[in-house]
Every structure is written in C-alpha cells, then in structure tokens.
C-alpha cells in the first residue's frame, strides 16, 4: 500500500486517484516556489560578497587596510540558526529544518568562497563528521595525520579553520588539544556536539573468530572498554591517531578490525561486524572550531581561557571568585601540568558570556592581577546544532 496520504470515500479508486494527484501536484508547486527562494537567497549572497569585496579594495585604496575579505561570519551563522529554530512552528523538529538551512548557507557561502576546513583525518573520522555538521557540505574538508598539523594549516593561512576534539563526555578532556592552545596564537570560532556510535568493522567476508587484532583511537578504545573486555578479552588492542586509520588498516590488512563510525564504513567499504559498542549509551564528543580572528558576540556565547596561578594555599580560589562574584557561570574548568615549572599547573576555564560583555571585562581585570599566566583563548557561539 502507498503510503503517501490520501483523502476519498473507501472503494472510490477514482476519487482516491484524484486527491492523490493533486496533492503531488501541491508538493511539485511548493518544491518549485522552495527552489525559485533558494536561487533568491544566493543572489543575495553574491551581492553580498561583492560588497564586502568592494569595502576592503575601497579601504586597501586609501591605505587604511590591508586586511583580506571575511566571508564567513561565525556570529551571524548562529543568529541566523537560533531563529530559524525559534520561529519553527512543525510539523518538522526545530534542529531538523536548521539542518536543512545549514546546508542552504554552506552552498550560498561556497559561491562567495568555499572554506577549506583543516581536521584530524584521514577520511571517515568523526571529526571530519563534525567538520561536515558544522560547516556544511559545500565546505572543503583537508585532512590532517595529527591535531597539531590541524593547527599549523590554520596558522600558515594554508586553511581557513581547523576542527579538533576537545572533551567526550565518558573519556572526559582532550589533553592534546588543549596542550596546543597553550602555545598556539589561534581563537576557538565555535564548537560542535556530536552523538558517538562506535560500531566493530572490518573487511568484507571477515569472520569473527579470524579478528586478531582490534584498532582505533585510544578514545574510541577507551570509550568501547567493557564491550570489549566482554567480548574480546584476549585480542590485541592497538592505539592509532584516528579511528579512519584505523578503518584504513582494517581495508588493507586481514585479520584487523576497526572500531569507528557509519562514515569511516562507507568509506573504507568495511562490513560491520557488531553495531554501537560503545559503553555508554549517550556517549558524546565536543568539537572545537579554530581560527585566526575573534569573533564578535553573538548575543549567546562562551570564553575560553588559559590561566595559570602562584602555587599557594587558596590560588584555585582566588581565580575562581571573581566569577562567582559578578555572577558569571562556569561550564568547565580543567588541569594540565605546567611546561615551565615543577609540580605547577594551568587551568582550562570555560564560562558564559564574551570578552566585550562589561562582567567578563572585570573578571578578565581581576584575573589579570591574580595570576602569573593569562590567555584568552575566545568568545563563541554556544552550539546550535
């Protein structure tokens, strides 16, 4: 039976055949005025861009700028989102149609200027998943063989932003990720969230019992800890730097399995040997955006900071109090040994709000004169998507 929705008195084939045809016909008309819209709003974008253009050639002219032009606007993305989501009146969820838009902006910003997006690669990895959910489709997405070359492309100008793995919400921090915020002159621009399913896969026609060896990234290996203790107690577990290698060893390698995602599956075409093995069932990982400029408020963010205090009774705090204070939320605060002196710590510190809002610019005051090290890392828009 079709299951397209039809109207008519049962037995009635003629009437059923004519309300079918012309809700078809209703859906053709509404698709063709939603394509006609689309081709609207990215004539509104290249006007847009020539505008831009025109505004930087105007100011480099007068020698006030030598500046290139800035096409993607993280702030206004994230406007233009929460709207979208707040005026969604069904019958479709709101993160739903933000998607469907998302990919609508993606396409009109690659008619101005595709983004080349730098991630931890190589193909089929999550993060190029959390690139794609990000940036959208129309993005160039660049793989990189380690987070700090994720880095360096960003930091040469070879790519526009990078995306990284900060936290996952069973494994907890990303200690290489924040190890090269510390060193590194590069602004969070945003941050995704992203739903983990871990699935076993391997090449086609692999037999359970022919796995000798289980690889994947210590996080995803972490992350699948007591399936695997269950399962396959005595196996090999290899760490490598992503589960798509990962997935690469198990298309070129017989007797490899690889714990990864759908994406690393289609593309290594590998057979899933045992679905969602991951320990726990919301299994989570936050995503950060890199790039080389601050970005504006957006009316809904957060601020990043590195911050480093005299090891004495109270330090913790002392940096801690002016956010209570001036009633500042924190959303996460994190420790990582200190580079330069023995037994010395900097902490990872993530709160509401932007570094222009009059409270934030306080605390920033008073951090300053209480700690040894201080380094804004970036304001941002609080994930939409």
């Not at 500046?67 to 707040?86: D, G, H, K, S, T």
């Not at 991951?278 to 900071?305: Q, Y």
């Not at 710590?345 to 993530?350: D, L, M, T």
């Amino acid at each position: 039976m079709s299951n397209d929705v039809i109207t008519g008195t049962p037995g009635d084939d003629e009437g059923d055949d004519r309300s079918l045809e012309q809700v078809r016909a209703d859906i053709d008309a509404v698709d063709a005025k939603i394509q006609a819209l689309i081709a609207e709003r990215a004539r509104c974008a290249q006007r847009v861009a020539a505008i831009k253009l025109d505004e930087v050639q105007a100011a480099r002219a007068r020698g006030e700028s030598d500046q290139e032009v800035v096409y993607y606007r993280p702030e206004r993305e994230a406007q233009v989102l929460r709207r979208i989501m707040e005026r969604d009146s069904g019958p479709l969820e709101g993160p739903t149609v933000a998607h469907v838009f998302r990919e609508i902006m993606s396409a009109c910003l690659a008619l101005e200027k595709p983004l080349q997006v730098a991630y931890l690669g190589p193909e089929g990895t999550f993060t190029q998943a959390a690139a794609l959910k990000h940036f959208g489709h129309a993005a160039i997405c660049v793989p990189q063989v380690t987070i700090d070359t994720v880095f360096s492309e960003v930091e040469s100008g070879h790519c526009n932003y990078g995306i990284v793995p900060v936290e996952n919400s069973t494994e907890g921090m990303v200690s290489h990720t924040l190890d090269s915020f510390i060193d590194s002159p590069l602004k969070i621009a945003g941050e995704v969230e992203l739903r983990i399913s871990h699935h076993l896969m391997a090449a086609p026609g692999t037999k359970m019992e022919e796995v000798s060896r289980i690889c994947a990234h210590q996080q995803a290996l972490a992350q699948c800890r007591n399936w695997l203790d269950a399962h396959w107690p005595k196996t090999e577990r290899l760490a490598v730097s992503s589960n798509g290698e990962a997935a690469r060893m198990a298309a070129e390698h017989s007797g490899t399995a690889a714990i990864a995602g759908d994406m690393a599956a289609e593309v290594y075409q590998l057979d899933v040997l045992a679905e969602h093995i991951e320990d726990a069932a919301d299994n989570t990982t936050r995503f950060l955006v890199i790039g080389r400029s601050e970005v504006p408020p957006s009316g809904m963010d957060k601020t990043s900071i590195v911050v480093s205090s005299r090891n004495k009774p109270g330090a913790l705090f002392t940096l801690l109090d002016p956010f209570r204070r001036h009633g500042v939320s924190l959303t996460r605060i994190d420790t990582r040994p200190s580079r330069t002196e023995k037994w010395a710590y900097v902490f990872f510190i993530e709160f509401e709000g932007h570094v222009q809002d009059p409270a934030v610019l306080e605390i920033m005051r008073e951090l300053e004169e209480q700690s040894i090290l201080l380094k804004p890392l970036g304001s941002y828009p609080i994930g939409v998507l």
